[in-house]
């Protein structure tokens, strides 16, 4: 069974920023064989993608209302994904998952392609 674990949420200031961690763990789980992403859920409003990241790191992908104020990266060695965020603004306040799909498949932007979810994270921006 394997498990992912966020970490690092919390409340601050508009402008401020914040660095959160999800760590993987399983048996039989190759950390470095799957693609993480993050996505966020806000209230009354459905998840939405974040940010992703390829097995081997060469490779991110951002929405665009993130792009240049997060940055999405992974420690293999440490079995960890991480999401750098800069400049956050009041609406990015949402409860934050970071998902693992099947081993080998590739990142992309849909939740249905993600088969392992973290608990999640709050982050709460204030103005």
């Known amino acids: 069974q394997v498990h992912l674990v966020e970490s690092g949420g919390g409340l601050v200031q508009a402008g401020d920023s914040l660095k959160l961690s999800c760590v993987a763990s399983g048996r039989t789980f190759t950390f470095s064989s799957y693609a993480m992403a993050w996505f966020r859920q806000a209230p009354g409003k459905d998840r939405e993608f974040v940010a992703a990241v390829t097995w081997s790191g060469g490779s991110t992908y951002y929405a665009e209302s993130v792009k240049g104020r997060f940055t999405i990266s992974r420690d293999n060695a440490k079995n960890t994904a991480y999401l750098q965020m800069n400049s956050l603004k009041p609406e990015d306040t949402a409860v934050y998952y970071c998902?693992?799909?099947?081993?080998?498949?590739?990142?992309?932007?849909?939740?249905?392609?993600?088969?392992?979810w973290g608990q999640g994270t709050q982050v709460t921006v204030s103005s």
């Open positions: 998902a693992a799909p099947s081993p080998g498949a590739v990142a992309t932007p849909q939740s249905r392609d993600y088969d392992i």
